[in-house]
């Protein structure tokens, strides 16, 4: 048995795809058959193949149906190391609080969108999830404190845009609305005991 190649042209472009092909004999002479449609196969998946077929006698049931042999590596388990460590758990706690408090749509309402790549009110919300957390300059929130949490995953902003002045331009644009911060949160009175019975059976 051995591979064959097969090209067709669709939309204008060539595909190649591969064959499993026998040969056998007939009064009129030797014929090829296929044994079996492979599809698309990369460089390694056909010398897989080849290999395993050269001077292979075994039927296609055989081929396809018999269970891999189980392959053994050794591993220096003094040599794992955990890498990139990213707190999680915080976090994510804050933004269920900032969700049930309704935070994020007060901050969507109250500061008006303008040409910013990161919405101020996703920044708002960095801010105070870093201040519950690990509370701490916006110096230290944007070379360490952001990079060492998952708030670039769970809010979907990158790395790359946290810095201290936009933390900064941030707090001013939360300022001005301070009165009406307080007066929100003022309704969520019972949101706000919840968070304070956590944050005591945490302690």
């Known amino acids: 048995m051995y591979i064959r190649k097969t090209t067709r042209i669709k ?3 060539s595909h190649d795809y ?25 460089k390694a998946g056909r010398l897989g193949i080849e290999k395993y077929t050269k001077n292979n006698t075994e039927s296609q049931q055989d081929l396809f149906n018999k269970s891999p042999e189980p392959e053994w590596v050794e591993v220096n388990v003094n040599g794992i190391r955990i890498e990139n460590i990213k707190d ?3 976090p994510w706690l804050c933004m269920e609080i900032i969700r049930r408090l ?8 109250h500061i008006h969108k303008g040409r910013e790549l990161i919405p101020w009110s996703a920044m708002a919300q960095v801010l105070i999830i870093c201040r519950l957390c690990n509370p701490s300059s916006e110096l230290h929130i944007a070379e360490h404190l952001f990079e060492e949490t998952a708030l670039s995953d769970l809010l979907g902003i990158p790395l790359k845009r946290i810095n201290e002045d936009r933390l900064y331009r941030a707090l001013d644009k939360v300022l001005p609305h301070k009165d009406d911060l307080e007066a929100h949160l003022k309704k969520k009175q019972e949101v706000c ?7 005591f059976y945490m302690t």
């Open 11 to 13: 939309d204008g472009k």
């Open 18 to 42: 591969w064959a499993l092909v026998e040969s056998y004999r007939t009064p009129k002479g030797p014929r090829q058959r296929t044994v079996a449609w492979l599809g698309d196969l990369d």
């Open 88 to 90: 999680f758990g915080g």
């Open 102 to 109: 309704h935070l994020e749509q007060f901050f969507e309402k």
């Open 193 to 199: 005991l919840i968070w304070t019975t956590i944050c």
